[in-house]
T-cell receptor, first 115, second 113 residues
């Protein structure tokens, strides 16, 4: 399978704990996006990387959220001191610019439950 | 990016064509129309996108009106596996800076046996 992969698929944690999610994009895709989706809503953009550079992070929900893409390949999203309101599906997407078009392909998501 | 309006839900009989409408009356000349769908508990799946010409691929057809203010996604022979939330998204062409997708609430399509 050469699609976007995410790990873990499910995570249950207690309030106050830190969690880290990993995303492996499609090979040769230089752009990587993180989104969050709460129940009944469409995905909401969080942050974006082009290669290893994080070019947009103003939509990260708070300073407890951070993301990295150290070598321009896989990315991690960390949430520190989790709160019950962080319970959601966290989605990763990758893309490669092709002329004026860019198509984002999504992974299966990581579902987080904070108790 | 222009705002889109979609019906909240639609039903379609299995084997029949499913026609999903989307209004985007404020679309700009450089904005593409994208369609994604999301089957329950899975990540969104890309379906198709277009600028002003009609587009067709192995999954669906996209019909964009001449004034580009609305579009219709057509699934020619709907199956039960097509039951999903369908999102119509308008996004500017890539001008060198990446643009995130802005999802609305989408249309819940239910294919009935």
């Amino acid at each position: 399978d050469t699609g976007v992969s995410q790990d873990p698929r499910h995570k249950i944690t207690k309030r106050g704990q830190n969690v880290t999610f990993r995303c492996d994009p499609i090979s040769e895709h230089n752009r990587l996006y993180w989104y969050r989706q709460t129940l009944g809503q469409g995905p909401e953009f969080l942050t974006y990387f082009q290669n290893e550079a994080q070019l947009e992070k103003s939509r990260l929900l708070s300073d407890r959220f951070s993301a990295e893409r150290p070598k321009g390949s896989f990315s991690t999203l960390e949430i520190q001191r989790t709160e019950q309101g962080d319970s959601a599906m966290y989605l990763c997407a990758s893309s490669r610019r092709q002329g004026a078009r860019e198509t984002q392909y999504f992974g299966p998501g990581t579902r987080l439950l904070v108790l | 990016d222009a705002k889109t309006t979609q019906p909240t839900s639609m039903d379609c009989a299995e084997g029949r064509a499913a026609n999903l409408p989307c209004n985007h009356s404020t679309i700009s000349g450089n904005e593409y129309v994208y369609w994604y769908r999301q089957i329950h508990s899975q990540g969104p799946q890309y379906i198709i996108h277009g600028l002003k010409n009609n587009e067709t691929n192995e999954m669906a057809s996209l019909i964009i009106t001449e004034d580009r203010k609305s579009s219709t996604l057509i699934l020619p022979h709907a199956t039960l596996r097509d039951t999903a939330v369908y999102y119509c998204i308008v996004r500017a062409s890539d001008s060198g800076s990446a643009r995130q997708l802005t999802f609305g609430s989408g249309t819940q399509l239910t294919v009935l046996p």
